[in-house]
Structure formats: structure tokens, C-alpha cells
């Protein structure tokens, strides 16, 4: 398709934004097919959500042989859950390996994303230039932008915060008094290894998650050059760690099942804490699978030291005195920020305007909404990674590697058949959309008793994906033109 001629925009095919594994996982499928691309990267690195997190023991909760590419095993993993020094270092090997490092430019965040009828392109403005392209791949992550909670009186505190993905290693937490605010994925990596170099630790939790045992060993460098000598070994394993996932997306429907693996959970918290006092406040008044379920060996027994104390949620903060909402004081040396990323609500929403002009955020006005998590009405030639809908517990990778395939088979048909845009269709759109929310409604994201991300502002699930990931990768395995509005 030829484009308007505009001497200030450089001209490609497919532009992919973000070089996260979504990112370079499309960049890899692109370069194989032959299609012109360049990925724009807001950073001066890679790595994605394993660039920005780097906070203490920060690490995977999907073993390291199901959380990597099929197509780029890593042979070598150090531990069966990967620590995110080697996941990112993972991201930037296979770049590498597969040639994509020339197609990226850092430094060019995207600063809005707009369709343009005449020519019908995509216009990316960015703080180095302008680019133009025919199909838009968003690869932005949906753990991207960190929340910060308004809290009455934050502004009067003088000592340190920050956030656990903006994590502050210039600051020395040695025998400081340190309020950790939130008990979500980060909290429970963090919180047990800095607990012994602080003097007083205080711990804000609204409510308190399911925690199961990690399962974590090292894997010896045996079974590393087994790994390698045998790839049907990992393949092998990959496939058990699938269905073991597979297995427990199963069993959260199924309330005997839940109250197993409850019973697992409560054995955990009496493993580490003897105190009942303690165990009442650490045990969840919710289904188990409401929330983001975590794991870990060593969250139970730092909350049980003696110099750490938990409390409700934050009411306020008055100087250097945190309050809590059942009016216990503490005074703290440093805040850090346990609250999770914006997920039901992402940010970059507000910088993609549709085939109307209007921001995509306006357009989901707080309920993203999507097909099968890809693709999205009045935005033509424009895929989504990881969209509304599609989390479930299992690997991204598997999420990923299944829109990829259905986004490489939506280009190439467009180019076979010799078309210009595709647009999902309203009524495929509406259709797919009020099958999935009638699904989700028996889940027990919807009815565990919980508030969690998982739920947008409109109380909507926009984030779950209530059915098998078998479903959603036979779903996204072959790309149907009829459910597409089309234009030549």
C-alpha cells in the first residue's frame, strides 16, 4: 500500500511498540515472514517488565521451562522459578540470537498513535520523529505503570518512598524503621529478604492473599547439560508444567477442589506463625484463585519476627507517623509501595486514537473491551498483546505465542488478498464479548469474595480469561476474515 509521501516520517510496514517479550516475540515472527518492521522502545534498554522491576529476590512465579519462548529454549535456567536478572538477560540473548537488535530504536516512547483515513496508516509521533506504517502491534505489557495510592497526608512525609518497580538501591534500609504498604506479588518476594537489615518493619495489608509453597530448587549443572544433550527432556517438562497449570485453572471451578488447595494455604501459614493472633490476621476471607494466587517458603516466617508488626490499611500518614485504618501509629524511616500496576485501566490506552480521533480510553470509558484480547473495533490494522480478557494462570508465553500466531496470520492474509484495513466487526465484537462475560460470571474471580485488579472501576471483569488456554490457543490458531469488516 503506498503512503502519503511525507518527507519527516520514516515509512515501514509493521510497527511494534514495547520490546518486552510480547515485543521481541513479534519482531522474531516479523523478520521470519519478511515483513518490514521497526520496534520502538520508550527505553534505553530492553527487557520490559524484567528491565523495570529489580527490587530484592525479585523473580518469576511460572517455572523458568514454561515462562521462555517454545521456539528458544533456554537450557541453562539456574533455578526451576528464573530470578529476573536471567529472565531479562533471557529477553536480551534471544533478541540477539534471532537478529532483531538492528530493527529497534530506544529512546522513542510513543507518544500517540493515530489513524489517519487518507492515506489509511498509522501515524506513531515520538520524541525523535514521527513514524508511518500500515499495521500497529502494541507490545506495552499490562504490568506497566505502578500505582501509587492516594493517601490523606503524604505529602507531609519527609523520609524515603518509592515503589517496589521503581525500587531505590542508593538507599540503605540497614537498622531504618520501614512501612511496606500492600501484600501483592512484589511485597512477598521483597519484604522476606530485607527484613533481617531493618530495625522495625510494618507491614499495611487490606487483605491478606493466599501464599502456597514455592516448589523452588536449583537446577544443577547436570540436568542443565542433560537439558541440553536431551531438548525432548525440556520440551517434556515444558508440557508437564502446562498441564500442571491447566490443572489448577481447572480445579478453581470446582469448590472441593479449592478447599484442597485452601487447606494447602492455611498449612503454610501455620508452618511459619505460631502466634494465633497473627495467623487470624494472615488468613484470606476469600475463595482462594479471587486474587493473583502467590507463592513463597519465607513470607510466613519474616511476618513472625519479632521486630515486625502487621496492621490494617493506611488511613493517613501525618509527618513521619503512618496510621492505620483501625488507628494504630507507627513512625517510619521509609515508605516503599507494595500496589501493583494500573491492569484493568492501562495508561497507554490514552495515547492510541481510533478511526474517529477519540482515545481509545474514552472509547472503553474504564471497561476495556476487545476480541479475543487482539484486536479492537474502530481501530483498524491494530493488535493487541496480552489485551483485555486474556489472563489466566498460566505462562504469558503461551498467551503470547497464540495471538502472535493469529496477528501473523491477519497480516499475511491482508497482504495475499490484497486488502488495505481490517476491523473486527461489531456484532463478531458483541457476540464474542457477552459470551465471555455470562462465562466469567460463575468464576471465582467474579464471586470469591474478593476486590482485586481483575475487576475495572465499572465493576467488570475486563482482564480474566474464563475458559482453557487449549480454547484460547485453538481460538487465536486460525485467523477467520469473516469475522472482519474489510476495505481494498
Not at 154 to 173: M, Q
Not at 217 to 235: D, E, H
Not at 330 to 352: H, K, L, Y
Not at 363 to 381: A, F, I, L, R
Request: hydrophobic letters at 40%; a positive charge; aromatic letters at 12%.
Amino acid at each position: 500500500m503506498s503512503h502519503r509521501s511525507d518527507s519527516t516520517a520514516t515509512n515501514t510496514d509493521v510497527i511494534v511498540i514495547g520490546s518486552g517479550f510480547a515485543g521481541v516475540g513479534a519482531a522474531i515472527k516479523l523478520k521470519q515472514q519478511g515483513i518490514d518492521f521497526i520496534l520502538l522502545e520508550k527505553a534505553s534498554e530492553m527487557g520490559g517488565v524484567w528491565r523495570d522491576n529489580h527490587y530484592p529476590d525479585c523473580g518469576c512465579d511460572v517455572p523458568s521451562a514454561l515462562y521462555s519462548y517454545s521456539f528458544a529454549p533456554k537450557f541453562d535456567w539456574s533455578h526451576f522459578f528464573a530470578k529476573q536478572a536471567e529472565i531479562k538477560q533471557y529477553t536480551l540473548d534471544t533478541a540477539s540470537t534471532f537478529g532483531i537488535l538492528p530493527y529497534i530504536k530506544f529512546e522513542h516512547e510513543a507518544l500517540s498513535i493515530r489513524w489517519h483515513a487518507e492515506p489509511g496508516c498509522w501515524e506513531i509521533a515520538t520524541p525523535k520523529g514521527d513514524f508511518r506504517c500500515n499495521y500497529v502491534v502494541m507490545a506495552s505489557g499490562p504490568m506497566h505503570t505502578p500505582i501509587l495510592p492516594k493517601i490523606k497526608g503524604l505529602e507531609t512525609f519527609r523520609g524515603t518512598t518509592f515503589h517496589s518497580a521503581r525500587w531505590n538501591h542508593d538507599y540503605d534500609l540497614s537498622g531504618k524503621r520501614v512501612a511496606v504498604i500492600g501484600t501483592g506479588a512484589s511485597a512477598v518476594q521483597f519484604l522476606p529478604k530485607i527484613v533481617d537489615k531493618v530495625s522495625a518493619l510494618t507491614l499495611f495489608q487490606r487483605t491478606p492473599p493466599w501464599i502456597l509453597p514455592k516448589m523452588d530448587v536449583r537446577i544443577s549443572k547436570t540436568w542443565q547439560n542433560r537439558f541440553r544433550r536431551f531438548p525432548l527432556l525440556l520440551r517434556l517438562l515444558r508440557k508437564a508444567v502446562y498441564y500442571q497449570f491447566e490443572l489448577l485453572n481447572s480445579s478453581l471451578k470446582f469448590p472441593f477442589l479449592v478447599k484442597r488447595l485452601e487447606a494447602t494455604g492455611i498449612k503454610n501459614i501455620h508452618r511459619g506463625v505460631k502466634d494465633p493472633a497473627l495467623r487470624e490476621k494472615l488468613t484470606p476471607n476469600f475463595s482462594l484463585g479471587c486474587k493473583r494466587i502467590l507463592m513463597s517458603n519465607t513470607w510466613y516466617r519474616a511476618l513472625a519476627k519479632s521486630h515486625v508488626q502487621v496492621l490494617g490499611g493506611v488511613a493517613e500518614i501525618s509527618g513521619d507517623t503512618v496510621i492505620s485504618q483501625d488507628g494504630a501509629r507507627c513512625q517510619v524511616d521509609a515508605i516503599i509501595f507494595a500496589t501493583g500496576f494500573e491492569v484493568s485501566n492501562p495508561p497507554i490506552a490514552e495515547r492510541i486514537y481510533n478511526k474517529e480521533g477519540i482515545a481509545l480510553s474514552e472509547q472503553w470509558q474504564g471497561s476495556p473491551v476487545s476480541y479475543y484480547g487482539t484486536t479492537v473495533e474502530k481501530c483498524p490494522n491494530l493488535f493487541l498483546t496480552l489485551g483485555p480478557n486474556l489472563y489466566t494462570f498460566s505462562s504469558a508465553f503461551v498467551m503470547i505465542e497464540a495471538q502472535l500466531n493469529y496477528i501473523l496470520s491477519a497480516i499475511t492474509t491482508i497482504g495475499k488478498k490484497k486488502l488495505k484495513t481490517l476491523e473486527v466487526n461489531a456484532d463478531a465484537n458483541r457476540h464474542y464479548n457477552v459470551r465471555l462475560q455470562s462465562a466469567l460470571a460463575k468464576t471465582v474471580w467474579n464471586i470469591g469474595g474478593c476486590t482485586s485488579y481483575f475487576i475495572d472501576k465499572n465493576g467488570l471483569n475486563s482482564t480474566n480469561w474464563p475458559w482453557t488456554t487449549f480454547y484460547m490457543r485453538r481460538k487465536l490458531g486460525k485467523f477467520e476474515i469473516r469475522d472482519y469488516s474489510v476495505s481494498e
